[in-house]
């Protein structure tokens, strides 16, 4: 895809990543869809980017909240707007571990992504890229081999959800770790997220869109802190890098530094 000529669409994009992300593909020429909860955060997010002259507009967009994507998708659609990208880069990692934390973790992490892919992906144009934002704490090597063939290989969607849905359930009960569950709301969306991303650039290879997971590393944002190492233009790196592909660019992989990682 030339320089210039896409539309890409961020989510959780009003600070961090989604952010320096809409800047990068910006300066690259791309119109920019910029999303995010909070009306006022994200319009001063947008005035900032258009203040720097890019071709930058915002949008609400609660992934939570299906009422919030339908009325976005209503409004993208009424305006016509066809995307060159999709970036799935809202996320949250909550304080605690409970079934109220499991719960809207899952929600926002991975049927957050879930629910704004397959609302959008009639606007994606043929040969589209859809980017999910995932974390190193995701990869399954980490993992013991029972608990590996849970995602590995992907299960259709359906059953990725079920497996979600039972996770929350097993905290809600208190019996997670004694069903193999790591105590972490956060790693279980990331590696849902994962699994996800596989099951996708399956489906979606007739429509010839690249759908991969970046792993942007430790970034110095609101949820990655102030000692994290990397700054946040590196970390946006990997998210541009795979919404620009090329056409025969990889699909159903896991990236880091613009390089394949084991799953």
Known sequence: MKQGTGT??????NRGLGLETCRQLGRLGWRVWLTAPDSD?????CETLRSEGLDVHFEPLDVASLESLAALAGRLEQQGVRLSALINNAGIAMEGFNAHVAEYTVAVNFLGPLRV???????????????MVSSSLSELKDYPPAFQRRFDPPPP???LKALVRAFVEDVRAGVHEEK?????????SKLSLNALTRQLAEELKPRNLLVNAVCPGWVRTEMGGKHAARSVERGADILVWAATLPPRGPTGGFF???RPVPW
């Open 180 to 188: 193999g569950w790591p105590t972490s709301a956060y790693r279980v």
């Open 157 to 159: 969607k359906e059953q």
């Open 8 to 13: 890409a669409l961020v989510t959780g994009a």
């Open 256 to 258: 880091r530094n613009r």
């Open 117 to 131: 892919t397959e609302r959008l992906l009639p606007l994606v144009e043929e040969h589209g890229r859809v980017v």
């Open 41 to 45: 955060e994200g319009q001063r997010a």
